[in-house]
């Protein structure tokens, strides 16, 4: 599809405008673009349609993007489609397999622009593109927040050897209006919105798990990008709700074991609507119970030695939770065998290509 002139939208050259493709699953028309067309318009979309293929999704003139349905997951992946979950937004992971790029910007389409307390509109992909292209402190917290902001430093005691940092593989950005609760929360908190900006970017420290969540996220596609599968959710699954959380998991025990970094705070976007509390109690059912003995198995989770590359560390991860969590229910069972069906539908669609020397997917200095 052809793209339209974008010049007179965005001053000068967008950052890394053909080294990021910003990925969006969706079920309906996407009107939202037209709100971050300022953004968005120079850069190259990756459209993953949930549910119905027969249905026409309308993407506004002016976007360069590709679009793909269940039918072209199908098609691309033949029997290993099965590891893309459908009727969920976990299916967004497909655009991560099959885009070129080097970076990710991931955004749901009920999320739009946000102001800042001054009302300047902001920015997110460019927010979440410092983040990335800046180095992350997770081996000792700096406690004027990211160092390499303008305007700070690292403080009196922060150690010279590590002032370098480590290379920043996520950035997970925030959301005013609707907050990112659980069922239970949405219950009992029917009408509370998210009012506080906070103008902060935390390193979260190593040792330390997260809640992720996939709505308004960027990551390092060629640092992380095999790490970032989304899980078996929605139909036919006993779990839904739980994709993104499962993804940061599992990548920031990898980015841990790599010594990898992983940022949250700024940006913000505007999540501008509530998903039904009984729909997502039904979803989150059994992940509520579930959690509490998944998140210590992660707390706990040692990679070996031999694990130098993303691939390696998740196909490592795969066999831990067969052994450990395969116990809770047999789902975890059928999830490992798709963690390594991932890997290997990711492997044939991303060959491994030597650069500089070092394989594809392995971190340097490992």
Known sequence: MAKESSSKLVPGTPLLKDELDIVIPTIRNLDFLEMWRPFFQPYHLIIVQDGDPSRTIKVPEGFDYELYNRNDINRILGPKAACISFKDSACRCFGYMVSKKKYIYTIDDDCFVAKDPSGKEINALEQHIKNLLTPSTPHFF??????????ADFVRG???????????????GLWLNIPDYDAPTQLVKPLERNQRYVDAVLTIPKGTLFPM???????????????????????????????????GWCTKVICDHLRLGVKTGLPYIWHSK????????????????WQEEVIPFFQSAVLSKDCTTIQKCYI?????????????????????????????????????????????????GK
């Open 158 to 172: 922060y150690p010279f050897s590590l002032r370098e940092g480590a290379p920043t593989a996520v950035s997970h």
């Open 213 to 247: 969540c996939g709505m308004n996220l960027a990551f390092d596609r060629e640092l992380i990008g095999p790490a970032m599968y989304f899980g078996l959710m929605g139909d036919g699954q006993p779990i839904g709700r739980y994709d993104d959380m499962w993804a």
């Open 142 to 151: 700096n406690t004027l927040y990211d160092p390499y902001r303008d305007g």
């Open 316 to 364: 490592e991860l795969s066999k831990q939770v067969r052994e450990k969590l395969g116990k809770i229910d047999p789902y975890f069972n059928k999830l490992a065998d798709a963690m390594v069906t991932w890997i290997e539908a990711w492997d044939e669609l991303n060959p491994p290509k030597e650069a500089a020397g070092v394989p594809n997917g392995t971190v340097k």
């Open 274 to 289: 509530a998903s039904n509390p009984f729909v997502n109690l039904k979803k989150e059912y059994n992940g509520i119970f």
